[in-house]
């Protein structure tokens, strides 16, 4: 692919990252004039499909065209099963979510997605028309019965190797009224210790034109489990965000350094055969979403995805980018992965990622513990300093130490001629 080409469909993808999050859609299901289940939300699917020659990766906001499929979705009960909100868009895509409930709490119990590769304006190219259906039973979104969930930060959700983003969710089941109930659920990333750490930890940009860079980020340590509570994925890691935006103080583009500081974040994830994901949260503004790949043929796991979303009040625009076709951090299954020394991940032409201190192990976690660690080349490099440094050293002292004994054994055959 020629750069420009390349450039161009980043910049498009951004766009409809921006796009998709910023359209808000609104599903009700009812049964004799009362609703059970409602949501109102914005949702980004990032897919990855197969051509003649290569896979590619897109992603599709949920449009606002979106409806609820009358034949699919139910309100439960003993006779009908279990509740579920089914939602259709396009020709023959579909969101699903089912729920189940135990008296004092309601969950989603699966998210279900089904895409029709035959649509060729979302996948072209494709070498397959079939209808794909993927599932995941660890959705993580969960709520007080009689309450409305409510999350507005990204939530990400991966079945079957691919990835459903939601943000600005609010979601009932098992509605006692035929509203969402006042009473709200909130999310555990939305109650970040610091509500605006955004606003806070930002210098303010009108008084100082030119801000000064943030330093060293803070090291956090993040561990996802699978449905089954087995740690799955750790990570050890400061991390910083290098991001162009259009600032509405300065009407004009400015360069942010951003750090993420561990005890103002949230973070989730989730972890499957060949794909987990790291989801890191600063407050309801930031989010950072990892994804890490296992090619199980070739036995080795790399960081395939990275993307951001930044909705901060001097934006002219929520600030999104992304790429899920990156390869970093390339590892052997059954290691960790590790890099002391600062490493930028180039992400999109306005973003990239800087890591200090990393360690991640996203495949073959066991007793809660990274397994021995693949040591960046830079790290190696640095660790050949010292040796270098030592050996010339040594070296010097043997030269000056034969020089010495020549020069005294010549020394003394002169004494003894006189
Ligand atoms: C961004 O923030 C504004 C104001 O806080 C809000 O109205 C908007 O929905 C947010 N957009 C996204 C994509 O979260
Ligand atoms: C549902 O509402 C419509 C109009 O509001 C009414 O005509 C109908 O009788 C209602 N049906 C039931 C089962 O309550
Ligand atoms: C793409 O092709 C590869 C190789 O045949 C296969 O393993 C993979 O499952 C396919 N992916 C999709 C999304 O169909
Ligand atoms: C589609 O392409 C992949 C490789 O990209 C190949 O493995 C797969 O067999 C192809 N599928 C069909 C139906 O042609
Ligand atoms: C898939 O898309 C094609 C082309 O848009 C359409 O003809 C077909 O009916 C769709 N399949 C389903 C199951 O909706
Ligand atoms: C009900 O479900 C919630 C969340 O899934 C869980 O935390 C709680 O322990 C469950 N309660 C009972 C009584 O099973
Ligand atoms: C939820 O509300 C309904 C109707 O108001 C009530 O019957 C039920 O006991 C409530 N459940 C809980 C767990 O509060
Ligand atoms: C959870 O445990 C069951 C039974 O031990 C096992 O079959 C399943 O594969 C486990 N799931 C995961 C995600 O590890
Ligand atoms: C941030 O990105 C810009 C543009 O790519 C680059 O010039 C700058 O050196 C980066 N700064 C840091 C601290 O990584
Ligand atoms: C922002 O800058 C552009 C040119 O760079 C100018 O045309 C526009 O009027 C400015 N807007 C404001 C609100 O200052
Ligand atoms: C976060 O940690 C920093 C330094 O470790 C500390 O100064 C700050 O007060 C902490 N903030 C919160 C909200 O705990
Ligand atoms: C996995 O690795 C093998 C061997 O290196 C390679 O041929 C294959 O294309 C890789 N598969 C994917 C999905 O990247």
Not at 30 to 55: D, H, Q, W
Not at 255 to 277: D, H, R, V
Not at 345 to 356: C, D, G, K, Q, R
Not at 371 to 392: F, K, N, R, S
Request: net charge negative.
């Amino acid at each position: 692919m020629k750069p420009s080409m390349a450039c161009g469909s980043l910049l498009l993808l951004t766009w409809f990252a921006v796009l998709g999050f910023l359209q808000a859609v609104t599903l009700e299901v009812r049964e004799r004039n009362s609703t059970c289940i409602k949501a109102e939300l914005s949702a980004l699917f990032s897919i990855t499909y197969n051509t003649s020659s290569n896979s590619r990766t897109v992603q599709v906001p949920l449009p606002n065209t979106t409806t609820v499929d009358g034949a699919g979705s139910s309100c439960g009960s003993v006779t009908t099963g279990i509740p579920w909100l089914v939602a259709t868009f396009g020709p023959g895509h579909t969101l699903g979510l089912s729920f189940s409930a135990n008296g004092s709490f309601y969950s989603v119990a699966a998210l279900m997605l089904q895409y029709n590769l035959s649509d060729s304006s979302v996948f072209p190219d494709a070498n397959s028309s079939a209808v794909v259906t993927v599932e995941s039973a660890s959705v993580g979104i969960w709520a007080a019965m009689n309450s409305t969930y409510h999350c507005v930060s990204a939530t990400t959700v991966v079945a079957g190797g691919q990835t459903v983003t939601f943000s600005d969710m609010r979601l009932e089941a098992y509605m006692p009224g035929n509203d969402l109930s006042s009473a709200e659920t909130i999310c555990a990333a939305d109650q970040a210790p610091t509500t605006t750490p955004t606003t806070t930890a930002r210098t303010p940009i009108t008084t100082t034109p030119a801000p000064t860079p943030p330093g060293t980020p803070e090291r956090g340590t993040y561990s996802i489990s699978d449905s089954n509570g087995t740690v799955c994925l750790l990570a050890q890691m400061g991390l910083q965000l290098n991001f162009s935006y259009v600032s509405q103080s300065q009407n004009k583009t400015v360069q942010e350094i951003f750090n993420l500081t561990p005890n103002m974040t949230n973070y989730s994830g989730s972890c499957e055969a060949s794909k987990a994901a790291l989801v890191v949260t600063q407050g309801t503004t930031t989010t950072l979403d990892l994804i890490f790949t296992l090619n199980s043929t070739a036995n080795k796991y790399h960081l395939s995805g990275i993307s951001v979303l930044a909705n901060w009040s001097d934006m002219t625009a929520p600030f999104s980018a992304g790429n899920t076709s990156l390869d970093y951090l390339r590892t052997t299954l059954g290691r960790s992965y590790m890099c002391n020394a600062e490493q930028t991940l180039a992400v999109a032409p306005s973003f990239s990622l800087n890591t200090f201190r990393l360690q991640v192990q996203p495949f073959g976690v066991t007793t809660n513990q990274f397994a021995a660690a693949e040591e960046c080349q830079m790290d190696q490099d640095e660790m050949l300093i010292p040796i270098i440094v030592g050996a010339a050293l040594a070296g010097l002292v043997l030269i000056v130490l034969i020089a010495y004994l020549i020069g005294r054994k010549r020394s003394h055959a002169g004494y003894q001629t006189i």
